[in-house]
């Protein structure tokens, strides 16, 4: 199946450069390597984007990483940290609409709360909109002093 990951915005980034920071993700999972496109100068970036991955039912237990960095036009990227999170409960909870009917009404199916073993900002509620699971989270930044991404998943029925 594919997962589609609305990249939504990146919230309070650290700085990494004296002109400000051009920030961007790349998204890996297994072999698989996604970026999203550069927002100029912006520690509070928009991107509103779309990335897709396909999802393999039998590598449920491997997390999707994210790595945020600042492009750089005549050095390096700098990294401004890194997160990751655990596409298990989502999978799961798409088995359980498959398996029987859930209301599909936005009803919670699952609650993820935040944790030392995970990388989520506040609660991340699963649900069933609109025939198919979505989860909306913000994701603490790693290795870097602050910022947050923010993201909503959504399955594709491939």
């Given at each position: 199946?594919?997962?589609?990951?609305?990249?939504?915005?990146?919230?309070?980034?650290?700085?990494?450069?004296?002109?400000?920071?051009?920030?961007?993700?790349?998204?890996?999972?297994?072999?698989?390597?996604?970026?999203?496109?550069?927002?100029?100068?912006?520690?509070?970036?928009?991107?509103?984007?779309?990335?897709?991955?396909?999802?393999?039912?039998?590598?449920?237990?491997?997390?999707?990483?994210?790595?945020?960095?600042?492009?750089?036009?005549?050095?390096?990227?700098?990294?401004?940290?890194?997160?990751?999170?655990?596409?298990?409960?989502?999978?799961?909870?798409?088995?359980?609409?498959?398996?029987?009917?859930?209301?599909?009404?936005?009803?919670?199916?699952?609650?993820?709360?935040?944790?030392?073993?995970?990388?989520?900002?506040?609660?991340?509620?699963?649900?069933?909109?609109?025939?198919?699971?979505?989860?909306?989270?913000?994701?603490?930044?790693?290795?870097?002093?602050?910022?947050?991404?923010?993201l909503r998943l959504l399955w594709i029925h491939a």
């Amino acid at each position: 199946g594919l997962l589609r990951i609305h990249l939504i915005r990146g919230t309070n980034l650290a700085r990494r450069d004296l002109t400000g920071s051009d920030p961007y993700v790349v998204v890996r999972y297994g072999d698989q390597k996604l970026r999203s496109r550069v927002v100029k100068k912006d520690l509070n970036p928009e991107w509103n984007e779309d990335l897709t991955l396909t999802i393999d039912q039998h590598r449920r237990r491997l997390p999707v990483q994210l790595e945020v960095y600042d492009r750089d036009r005549f050095s390096r990227d700098d990294k401004m940290g890194d997160s990751e999170f655990e596409i298990e409960e989502f999978l799961r909870a798409l088995k359980k609409i498959q398996k029987r009917d859930i209301p599909n009404d936005g009803s919670v199916i699952a609650k993820l709360k935040p944790s030392e073993d995970n990388c989520l900002a506040e609660e991340s509620n699963i649900r069933c909109e609109n025939g198919t699971i979505v989860q909306h989270m913000f994701l603490r930044l790693r290795n870097v002093e602050c910022g947050e991404i923010e993201l909503r998943l959504l399955w594709i029925h491939a």
